[in-house]
Nanobody
Framework: QVQLEEFGGGFAQAGGSLGVSCVVS????????MAWFRQAPGKEREFVSA????????HYSDSVKGRFTISRDNAKNTVYLKMDTLKPEDTAVYHC????????????????WGQGTQVTVSS
């Protein structure tokens, strides 16, 4: 079992930047692919980005590609999401997710979830 806790987020104006991070605890002796999802009020949860266990491959949704950057520091058991050129439609609760390492980076199969952190972008 792993536990995930998100940090960061907050408020930004359109065009600005924010960062969120996620600390993994528990069974950190295993290798985990990590991902970020988000959910806006009244909308379904949406995949944002994923990174393989060793950081070698990343994957982004079309809506954030070129604006967001996912990274990880396995020595700190932490995954990051840097969000630039923010838009009001990026407003959502951002959730960190983990799964046991797989052969490819995808947007499905995540078993462990954090509680989320709010990101609000004003126009």
């Amino acid at each position: 079992q792993v536990q995930l806790e998100e940090f960061g987020g907050g408020f930004a104006q359109a065009g600005g930047s924010l960062g969120v991070s996620c600390v993994v605890s528990g069974r950190t002796d295993r290798s985990y692919d990590m991902a970020w999802f988000r959910q806006a009020p009244g909308k379904e949860r949406e995949f944002v980005s994923a990174i393989t266990w060793n950081g070698g491959r990343t994957h982004y949704s079309d809506s954030v590609k070129g604006r967001f950057t996912i990274s990880r520091d396995n020595a700190k058991n932490t995954v990051y999401l840097k969000m630039d050129t923010l838009k009001p439609e990026d407003t959502a609760v951002y959730h960190c997710a983990a799964r046991y390492a797989m052969a490819s980076v995808t947007d499905y199969g995540y078993e462990y979830w954090g509680q989320g952190t709010q990101v609000t972008v004003s126009s």
